[in-house]
């Protein structure tokens, strides 16, 4: 099933993220794998508590954990020099992590009963959560609250998903729509240098 | 209903706390929305999330979303000079809604079948927790662990309501005295200047 | 029960870091009390939400905040001179908490279904997560992340505990052996200096 692959992409490549920041604030492994964990199934986490949906999801299936500790790995060993990478491998990739999670926190939260609006919060939670919670262990005021456009690229994607579903468009078309548009802002921003997301220098 | 009333005005002005730090950390408009919703409603949620209150609060009833977006468009629109409001105009608000807050979390954890010490903490985190979150997200020390009065009127405004019932009073009768409670203290504390909660400088 | 004794040990140990972390950053007594408590209960309820064990332990049985209240007097009142106590005294007995509450993780997720690595995750969380917690609070960066014997003696111990119990050993057998691994290595750590969790300077 694609989106649960690409579920499994996302979750790796927000593992990354949090590997990266572990690493420049000089972590040890446990922190590496902690801080991995937190920003790739983080937001989701709170989605769950929130609606009820417990025990959750990584809890439930642990493929999510495998996903992060082989990434985890991979990472430690691999990518001793990141800036090797094309500088926009990094946040392509995770744009589309992005817009798979927003879509998946969507579906499970009027799947769960909520509103088109509590819906749309939710894909939003579950898209940013995670990076939320990763920049508040790490002491750095969050990097959603100031890029404008990597939220705003979610809160467009969930409102397309929840309106194309209202519209009666079939559940699969209504996901799809609403994953192409929160990876086409993302991608529009990472090409015209409006943010770059995860690999932005701090203050 | 009264209660009803004043716990969306709650929500708008513990909303405003979150405009206000937002806008003095010059956050984008999304930032400002979440910083703002973390405030109003993130004591509940936490509340909520402990108790098994499932979906939580704000997912059932959406006019605690709709309270705090528009708070947020009348304030970004309107506040542009928050000098030019009388000093005490936002304190007395705040002392309102935390009254409130701490009121509404009081019955339900006893509705939940907490105990009474359960529930005054109960309260407490309603009252509380946002702004803790708030801070945490902002990369402040909570402001509440350290302006004693704050929580002080919340512990004793919660024990007050719940010896009432204790002591067999009418449920309104406990809860408006637990309210009134809180509220007086918080007032007195504003008045001699013991502290300016939402508006202190910060270290 | 002994568990239960360690258990509400565990729970004034752990109150006790936050007091002094509370302390060094000149909280007031309500600070104080909660710094007290998210160290002490907050690793238990964020493992008791994401399981769906609601609600959390503390609500229902409430000798885990009677401990908390009860060490945050004793502290204030005695402990005015912490350095007078044998700089090894803290760091043992945390140990002890630590090893414990890591088995008490383990126990219940195991209780509601969860397979052994998220069992060994959950000991984890319960045992570090109040840490992570209070260090937040503290705009620490958690000492967790950088001291690597802290987590990896509870990974390791919950890992002998779900791999005793895989090979069919006794339940307290199994429980024993964890506590055992935990707080061997965590005693090893602090006898040849490998790290000072608890009262460790911060940069």
Known sequence: MLIYFLDMFGTAVFAISGVLLAGRL???????VVLAS????????IRDMALGATPVFWITDTNYLWAIFITCLVAIVAIRKPRQMP???LPVADAIGLAVFVAIGVEKALRFGATPMVAVIMGVMTGCGGGVI??????EIPMVLRTEVYATACILGGIVHTTALQLNADVNVATLAGIATTLTIRLAAIRWHLSLPTLAPRN
Chains 1, 2, 3 share one sequence.
């Open 26 to 32: 000089r972590m040890d492994p446990f922190g590496i």
């Open 38 to 45: 937190v920003t790739a199934i983080g937001g989701g986490t």
């Open 87 to 89: 500088w926009y491998f």
């Open 134 to 139: 990763r920049d508040v262990l790490a002491r």
